[in-house]
Structure formats: structure tokens, C-alpha cells
T-cell receptor
């Protein structure tokens, strides 16, 4: 079996830093991805980690620890437009090495 | 480039009716996917196609069929719609990763079955 866990909701204020955690259990593991989805929109790719460590892309960073089956997405200098749902996803050996998505974390950024 | 396109955007069906959701991509990707997303939940894989001419079941395939018509197009068919199939359906495409493992999603089809 496989499962991914994320907090259901996170709230922060503009300009702050927020961390969204993801723990996973999968059959095999190839990498951890993060997607952003605004209400009514489609998921869009944010980042990908195949190896342990931190990947930085502008205001967003993503971290992976394969030994702990854990990763997080770090959003800095929060803006109102960052209010969205964030999904972690892992590529596992199930279903032809395709993605399994977490339940999503709804981030609300307050003024 | 349009990326991934889906039709229709919205659809209401009565229980037992059939319909086909269309998806096309213009990025020359080999792999294509159909997901469903229920309120407050993540995406669940219905079917996928690793390359033209091949299709395989994902996590929740019951009640659906797919056709990979050519490299560009991947359709999803509901033969006899049920209220449990009320959901938002997303099509996606990707290339086997040589770098960041990215899927490109279409805008979605919002389906209601009454």
C-alpha cells in the first residue's frame, strides 16, 4: 500500500515564511514533487526532489529526506497570491511508476 | 503552444447516460494520464498511457474506459454514468523524466451526475 500525509490547512500572514510537510509510505520511491492549485484551476508544477537535500526556486524551496520518508515545501515572503492548495506527490512502483498525490494542504495568506 | 486542452469544461449527465471526455496535448509527450479530483482530496489516477497504443489501469479504473487515439489525444469514456462519478477530471501529459519530474495538466472537466 501507499499513503501520503499532509496537514489539511495552514494559515499565515503576508511576508511570513510557511512550511508544508509531507510524509509518505510507498512501494519503491523515485522522487517527491510539489504542485500548486488555485481554486477552480489546474495543478501546476512547483518543484521536484529525487535526492536528499534542499532545492531552491525563487521564493519556494523543497526539501527531501529519503531515510525519513519526509519532505517539505517552504514558501518565503508570502504573498496573497500564494493562497492555494499545495499537493505533494511521489512516483512509486505502483501503477506503472506513476504519481500518487497527497490529500493537499490549503494555505490561506492573510493581509 | 496550447499545452493540454480538455473538452468539455462542464457537463451534467443523468444516471446511466454515457459520454466521452476529450484531451489533447501539443508538447509531443509520450505519456498521458487521466485523474479525478473529489472535493477536498488529492488527485487519483484513473488510467494512463505510457506511449501511443498502450493504456493501463490506475488506482480507480472501474466504470471508465480510455482510448489513446494517437500521440496527441487521450480520451476517457463513461459508459453508464453514476452519481459516484461526479468529480473534476484532469488530463495530464509528461515525458519520462530526464530532469525535474513534471506533469502538465489541462484545465479540467467538471462533471455532475444526477
Amino acid at each position: 500500500g501507499q499513503s501520503l500525509e499532509q496537514p489539511s490547512e495552514v494559515t499565515a500572514v503576508e511576508g511570513a515564511i510557511v512550511q508544508i510537510n509531507c510524509t509518505y509510505q510507498t512501494s519503491g520511491f523515485y522522487g517527491l514533487s510539489w504542485y500548486q492549485q488555485h481554486d477552480g484551476g489546474a495543478p501546476t508544477f512547483l518543484s521536484y526532489n529525487a535526492l536528499d537535500g534542499l532545492e531552491e526556486t525563487g521564493r519556494f524551496s523543497s526539501f527531501l529526506s529519503r531515510s525519513d520518508s519526509y519532505g517539505y515545501l517552504l514558501l518565503q515572503e508570502l504573498q496573497m497570491k500564494d493562497s492555494a492548495s499545495y499537493f505533494c506527490a511521489v512516483r512509486s512502483t505502483d501503477y506503472g511508476q506513476n504519481f500518487v498525490f497527497g490529500p493537499g494542504t490549503r494555505l490561506s495568506v492573510l493581509p | 503552444n496550447a499545452g493540454v486542452t480538455q473538452t468539455p469544461k462542464f457537463q451534467v449527465l443523468k444516471t446511466g447516460q454515457s459520454m466521452t471526455l476529450q484531451c489533447a496535448q501539443d508538447m509531443n509527450h509520450n505519456s498521458m494520464y487521466w485523474y479525478r479530483q473529489d472535493p477536498g482530496m488529492g488527485l487519483r489516477l484513473i488510467y494512463y498511457s505510457a506511449s501511443e497504443g498502450t493504456t493501463d489501469k490506475g488506482e480507480v479504473p472501474n466504470g471508465y474506459n480510455v482510448s489513446r487515439l494517437n500521440k496527441r489525444e487521450f480520451s476517457l469514456r463513461l459508459e453508464s454514468a453514476a452519481p459516484s462519478q461526479t468529480s473534476v477530471y484532469f488530463c495530464a501529459s509528461s515525458e519520462p523524466p530526464a530532469g525535474p519530474d513534471e506533469q502538465y495538466f489541462g484545465p479540467g472537466t467538471r462533471l455532475t451526475v444526477t
